[in-house]
Structure formats: C-alpha cells, structure tokens
C-alpha cells in the first residue's frame, strides 16, 4: 500500500473533478466502505450508492455474479470481486463500481482461510483493476485494512488519470 494516499476525502475530491462517480459493493466489510466515503462531506456529489452483499445468493441475485462462478470458486474468489464492482457500477448508473469480498473471520469460508480478500475496481470502458490480498490480524483489523486498500487502489487510478488529462 502507499503512503501518499489522498483517502476517501482525496478521492472523492478526483472523482468531482473528473466529472465521475462511484458505487461500492460490499462482502466482509459490511457497509464500513460506503461508510468512509459518506463520511466525507460534499460526498453527494460523486457517490452513487451502494450494495452490502454479504449473503452469497445476494451477489448473483443483486450484482449479476455469474451463478456457476459462485458455485465453481465460491464467493472469495477475483473474478467474484471483478464482477461485484461490474454489478454494482451498472446498478447504481456509476463511473467506477468498487468491491470487496473475503473472508474475516473468525472461520475460513468456502477454503479459503481468513485474511484472504479481494478487491475490484470497474471503470470506463469495462476497465477491471485488483488487488488479491492475504492479511492477518483481527477481524476488525482486516476489514479496516480492506477498507484502506480499496480506497488506495481507487487513488491510484484517479490519480493516473489525472496524470492523463492535465496537460
């Protein structure tokens, strides 16, 4: 993760300058993402929404995951957080659909052990950027630390678009 990260605040400052918007979808952390950007003020103005899909049947049934996905890798799986932020993106009308599936505890799911997490990102022209992530610690630590995570990786794609249009 970097540590010149601009935060939900940074971000959502890019997304209004970049005339985007963004919508979350959520597993393991439970509205805890959503959460941190609506905890920023003027966040209206470029968060769309979102979808707590913590049920299994809830991401085919809401966010159009692909049933034999879920049923072949479970929901802790890249391609399952790849089509989360998808759904979620079309859902919702937004630029960008970020999403967060994995397992925090305190048991493993599906065989995958706690601590392991994905993330996806979803932007124009069907863009898919992740992260594949194996975090330790409590079950409170891991779904902040995803929380972190998720908002770096959406920085980073903001910030290299900027890159693109300035100049």
């Known amino acids: 993760m970097r540590t010149d990260v601009p935060g939900a605040a940074g971000v959502i400052d890019l997304l209004v300058r970049q005339g985007a918007t963004l919508a979350v979808a959520e597993s393991l952390t439970g509205g805890l993402l959503g959460a941190t950007f609506t905890a920023v003020g003027g966040s209206s103005a470029a968060f769309r929404g ?7 049947d809830l991401k085919r049934d809401l966010l159009a995951v692909p049933g034999e996905l879920l049923e072949r890798e479970g929901a802790v799986h890249p391609e399952v957080a790849a089509a989360m932020a998808r ?7 937004a ?7 994995g397992v925090a505890g305190p048991d493993p799911q599906d065989g995958k052990a706690v601590g392991t997490v994905h993330v996806a990102l979803s932007g124009p022209e069907g863009r898919i950027w992740h992260r594949d992530l194996v975090r330790g610690g409590s079950r409170g630590r891991i779904r902040q630390r995803t929380v972190d995570e998720a908002v770096d990786l959406l920085a980073g794609v903001l ?6 249009h300035s100049g």
Do not use: H, K, P
């Open 95 to 101: 630029t960008y659909g970020l999403a967060v599936t």
């Open 159 to 164: 910030e290299t678009n900027m890159g693109e």
């Open 87 to 93: 759904g979620v993106a079309r859902l919702c009308g």
């Open 50 to 56: 979102g979808v707590i899909s913590y049920a299994t």
